[in-house]
């Protein structure tokens, strides 16, 4: 599982970064690395595009995993670059944003947006399959979540906008409930297209989640 992320627009970073006139950039050497948008070469390059707007950068690293407990480890082996800017620039996913600000007192800024936790299908094919919603109905869709798969996430499908099994939002993509269909079909449990299925509760998982196990 990775997480996908896609760098903000430079205009926006700009505008976050206004107000400091110091940064330390931090990026992943997993996942943003493997999506090119906080490897080595990304965090060298916005190194060099906010030395082009005379902002000063105190240091940079790769951190190989940016969102577990080597997070705090890392920093602290930086601490001095670190101490020496007003802010860090974040290029790793949300997680890595969240990790990053338990161990320093001073603002940590996100160059990327978070876009969702992936499988990877094939070689560089990546495919949101669940969105860890707490109220789990793959048993009765046949392994395929209509929350993830439906752009409209309808738990009672089709949706009148399905045309020869294709979504009315994306005419290029396979309607989720004619994929649950062909293989309820197959599996011999049709039966199961006829049950009502009532509103996602969404007490079921409040946010913030927490579990203690």
């Known amino acids: ?12 970073i700009k505008e976050q970064l206004a107000a400091f006139d110091r940064s330390f950039i931090i990026g992943c050497g997993t996942c943003t ?3 090119k948008t906080g490897g080595i070469d990304q965090v060298l390059e916005m190194k060099g595009r906010l030395q082009e707007l005379d902002k000063r950068v105190s240091g940079w690293m790769v951190i190989p995993t940016a969102c577990d407990e080597m997070t705090e480890v890392a920093m602290k082996e930086n601490g001095r670059a670190i101490q020496n800017a007003s802010c860090i620039l974040a290029m790793t996913c949300a997680l890595g944003v969240h990790r990053m600000s338990l161990y320093i007192d001073r603002p940590v800024i ?15 094919y990546f ?18 979540c209509p929350i993830t798969t439906c752009h409209k996430g309808l ?15 994306d005419k290029e993509k396979d309607c989720a ?8 079909r197959d599996q011999g449990r ?17 946010r913030p989640r927490t579990i203690k196990i």
Not at 127 to 144: D, F, H, N, P, S
Not at 177 to 184: E, M
Request: with cysteine.
């Open 1 to 12: 599982m990775k997480s996908i992320t896609k760098q903000k627009s430079f205009d926006e």
């Open 33 to 35: 690395t493997m999506t």
């Open 110 to 124: 996100p160059a990327l947006d978070t876009l969702f936790i992936a499988m990877e299908d094939t070689p560089g």
């Open 127 to 144: 495919r949101e399959v669940c969105a860890q919603c707490g109220q789990c109905v793959l048993g009765e869709t046949a392994g395929i």
């Open 155 to 169: 738990v009672n499908g089709p949706c009148g906008g399905t045309n020869n099994g294709k979504c009315e939002v």
């Open 177 to 184: 409930w004619t994929l649950i269909y062909q293989r309820l």
């Open 190 to 206: 049709l039966d199961l297209m006829r049950k009502y299925y009532p509103p996602r509760n969404f007490h079921v998982a409040l």
